[in-house]
């Protein structure tokens, strides 16, 4: 498509990735925006994929766009011609293919930067990042955040000087959930939902599922008397009914509602002892790792 190629290499953005670990900055690229001064309008949304992931679009403002975690092309490119933007850059957050199904033939289409893990099993990687890597896309500057457990190479892109600030998790938190333990371990699960909850309560969540409702159902068994849980199922339930998604949510929502990262609160402890999962009261990443079993089952 020589247009597509055309219109992406006239509004590519700069790119830079600065490595805070050592304090040097690596530029990898930087080409001159030709956007002008047009005031600058942060935006973003979903791009609905499969029966149930969302990939994110951000309007970088100078006519070019950046997602995250295309599972699928088609549904981006069609975003993106309704849209009139260009593809400048991918994120990718780990390896499964409902998350970079579509780098290939977008890669291709665009001759776009591609984003990801520190993770040769993923093709198509052209920045290979770690934690605490600084990754610069148009007006977005992303701090990369590790965060193992459902995968090995999972990592989360967020935007602190958004606002509200901005937080791409893929599937490590989801609305009142977290993904499975496909690769790592309880307690590295648990330290990554832990750093991802540090970040400022108005933070948005942006996961990679719609799974909010049936986190819910399971989030009310193992914390029933969380009032904010009921008030929130309702919330939920109405948008679900108008077509809304529910995502993002927010870091401050969470704290309250999602028991995976209530895994210490007392309440939760009780529920998994009430259910015989859990013996007596413990440290919290044996009553995570109860609570993530339990929810495998539910
Ligand atoms: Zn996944
Ligand atoms: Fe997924």
Redesign the pocket.
Known sequence: MPCELEHSAAVAPAFVINRTKNNSIQTVSSIQSNAGPAPYHAAVREIPAFSDNYIWMLDNGDGSACVVDPGDAGPVQSALTSSGLALAAILIT?H?F??VGGLARLKESWGCQVYGPHNPGIAGIDHALEDGDRVRIGRFDFEVIAVPG??LDHIAFYAADEEPPLLFCG?TMFAAGC?RLFEGTAQQMHRSLGRLAELPAETGVYCAHEYTLANLEFALAADPENRSLRERRDRERARRDAGTPTVPSTVGLELETNPFLRSGEPSVVAGLQRSGRLASATDPVTAFAALRAWKDQF
């Open positions: 780990h499964h409902d998350h459902h995968t599937d993904g």
